[in-house]
């Protein structure tokens, strides 16, 4: 896990530079990253697929998902260890291009590509386009035909039902819901197979193969087996009819983790065999050569190696419903930094780091600056009795949908993003200013 290490003062060090040090020189609220757990976890999950793929006979490419938190050196960071980086904008894709990443090693999604985007897609000759739609793959087509050159690499993303993950708005493939081209066929030919048919009629493009993915922070590994059997099957019923076995079947991302003390991680290396077992049977099931995969984990990479380190700055004791008392501690950060417990009730662990207090603890709540009442950022933890003003406050596994989707509400600016590694800090992305926001205000 990140390189936390508390001594028997309370100092607590990540990848060995003190926090209060950290503190001092970078302010607070800050997101902290651990470049080498991140880089480790890279690394894990491209030799676990490698391996259990390797295996059965198949390679695998493994794409990280920039969405989940994404900068020039992140994306350096994860090509140096061997994956390819996946964006879902124009804006990830220039960050994965500014980073250098060859464009072959890039994939683009987006269930709404403006042309503008994939006409930047197109000039950065990226490695695939993941199309969303009918309308879709005729726009990409078009800007083919009407800029000539090769054919555009194509993806088709389907759903195949399988409802997996933490939260509604984080399952994807469940049928009501925008991604995706579904492979239920109540009459007639699926959107899915309509929409693997329109792109092999259109010779502006080269039909890679079939995309899925089923949802965010699954802890349940069973839907991957299930939504790789869909899509197999779906790639041998083309192959029926068409003639053409598709190259590739990505399954992509989606991989849960741990964000509370004793909950469990899915484990690459588990998850790996299983999912190469489950495809090989399947293969074999239906008489076809299996396809070359990819996955794309973002959250798994880079949720675990990040936490945010926030300063204490009130404490109130508030009596609640049923008579107790709940001690409301505000930080200097709150939902700009951290929307995922307000918007899907995620929980979160949070400690007092920076001191050792052998108060006993008292029933907390992490609360932000911000002007509302679900400003929450940790809905109940222990913290000491003596938790006070002028605190560091850590709270873990923020790396991942943490700084990716933080806003400037209440015109608060964005923290940075600062890497430890060998006990030195280096800011990735700096903290915004007042300025910053005032000069997007032209009065
Ligand atoms: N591939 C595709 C096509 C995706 O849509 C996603 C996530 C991923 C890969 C990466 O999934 P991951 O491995 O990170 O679970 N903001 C939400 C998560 C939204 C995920 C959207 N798509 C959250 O904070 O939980």
Redesign the pocket.
Known sequence: STGVARASDGAVTVAGVGVRAFADEHGTPAYVLDESDLRARARGYRRAFETAFAEIGAGVDVYY?G??FLSVAVARWVHEEGLRV?TATGGELAVALRAGIPGADIGL?GNNKSDAEIARALDAGVGRIIVDSLVEIDRVADAVAARGGDPAPVMVRVTTGVHAG??EY?S?AHEDQKFGLSIASPDGDSPAMLGLLAVLARPELRLLGIHS?IG??ILDPSGFEVAARAVLTLRAQLAERTGVLVDEVDL????GIAYLPGEVALDPDRIAKDVAASVQATAAELGTPLPRFSI?????IVGPAGLTLYTVGTVKPVRIDDGSVRTYVSIDGGMSDNI?PAL?G?SYHAEVVGRLSDAPTVLARVVGKHCESGDIVVHEVQLPADVRAGDLLAVAATG??GRS?ASNYNHVPRPPVVAVADGASRVLVRRETEDDLLALDLG
């Open positions: 998902a969405k989940a996946d999604h933490g939260h984080i994807t993915h965010s922070q992509g991302g989606g991989y794309e984990p973002g959250r798994a995922r899907y995620a991942a949908y989707m």
